[in-house]
DNA sequence: TATAAAAATGACCGGCTAGTCATAATAATT
DNA sequence: AATTATTATGACTAGCCGGTCATTTTTATA
């Protein structure tokens, strides 16, 4: 939590600041971020850092629970219910991301770069929370579709989620392994992770749906 | 390449050194890793791995190059053609791989925490190179499945592969995240990958391969 | 055994990090 | 205007790291 001193920071010189750490925690893993590069780069003390947040882990949860919510407030009104099926439900999801995307391309950038963290040990515990947590919402998901008759009853629960999970991530992964997207690119240039390649991202986004579906869905 | 100074070490002395580096690179990633550490470990002077190799790269790509020399011994001979099918001969490769992780539990360990080095920026060529490699090769073996009519022609031979892969990795990833392997502890007691596990993972699998069967298996 | 070649050593270097804290500058209050 | 509270500062600490190299120890040769 930032302390009281932080809430009180002029607007625009909290988004500075905020902005300036979303981009090195962006561009590199938690433990290869350096504080000191960012201070530097701002032009303010290195003191105040630890004016506003106890210390660098303090800093970065507080990035990621903001990033979430801001996430949040464009996917969050996506209902399972509203759709005919879950695959045009995810697809709605991906539609709104891009969205979030264009509008928030910082945090954008810094959400995508958090699951490099999985190894970085001083994050270990926050990480891993927020993998169960992910990948139960998956396993949820995989469920209901199971319960109402959709998706396939002889694989368990637990690995079709999972499978979706990596599934979804590999989208973003074979963009990259492509050339298609260049996130260190486009965080110089302060462009979103998807610019000028949404179209790309939508037509690979169904290209993994026709496979999902396949592979997911009740014969 | 190391220098002559490491080939002309008695071979227990030699394996002795080895062991200790691929247990640290198995622990941690490239630039986590700790060569000071490594040799206080081993009782020797920090100088002795400047006597054997240029330094902390050349020694890592030394220890890759040798463990893929090593796994290739188990699954090099494993030919597509013998099969009846593509996912007999991709389950073979990994009963193949049990017998590897389970004589080779170090260089396992290592080779497994390999893909942890996606973002370590001091070997980002090197891994770029291997990725790039391994892509390829899963695309070309679905280009000749789908040119004999094995798999989904709706699909680009690209993003198929670039799936395969992914979902392969998963597999790993999968056990990892319920708990059912814990490299940490295997390595500090000397164990395989998938020690007393190793019909978990095949039956992992087998579900795995259900599921890609259905997803890529022309209709 | 004396000499020469090879190998092992570890103190030391420069560079980096997160975090601290007495001091100075600024803002708010009286 | 004077006093007090708040905020900003940056030199400093302790702890890492990879890598170097003059020196010593060990091994091989003559």
């Known amino acids: 939590m930032p302390k009281a001193t932080f809430n009180k920071l002029k607007p625009d010189k909290r988004k500075q600041f ?3 750490f979303l981009r090195e925690f962006a561009l590199h893993s938690y433990d290869e971020a350096s504080l000191t590069s960012v201070v530097s780069e701002l032009g303010i003390a290195k003191g105040s850092v630890y004016q506003y947040f106890n210390d660098k882990l303090d800093l970065f949860t507080f990035l990621v629970g903001e990033g979430a919510a801001v996430k949040a407030n464009y996917i969050g009104h996506l209902k399972r219910t509203d759709f005919p099926d879950f695959w045009l439900y995810f697809r709605a999801l991906y539609e ?4 979030f995307d264009l509008e928030n391309p910082l945090q954008s950038h810094f959400l995508h770069k958090l699951v490099d963290n ?3 040990p001083s994050i270990q515990h926050l990480y891993k929370n927020m993998l169960d947590q992910t990948v139960t919402v998956f396993e949820k998901m995989v469920e209901s579709e199971i319960a109402i008759g959709k998706f396939r009853r002889d694989i368990p629960a637990k690995t079709q ?3 979706l999970y990596k599934a979804s991530l590999a989208i973003n992964d074979q963009l990259l392994a492509l050339g298609e997207i260049d996130p260190k690119k486009s965080i110089e240039k302060g462009l979103p992770v998807f610019h000028k390649k949404e179209e790309v991202l939508l037509r690979t986004v169904d290209q993994y749906i026709e496979i999902l579906k396949a592979a997911l869905d009740k014969r």
Chains 1, 2 share one sequence.
């Open 96 to 99: 709104r991301g891009v969205k």
């Open 18 to 20: 905020t902005d300036a």
């Open 118 to 120: 999985i190894n970085s």
């Open 161 to 163: 989620g999972f499978f």
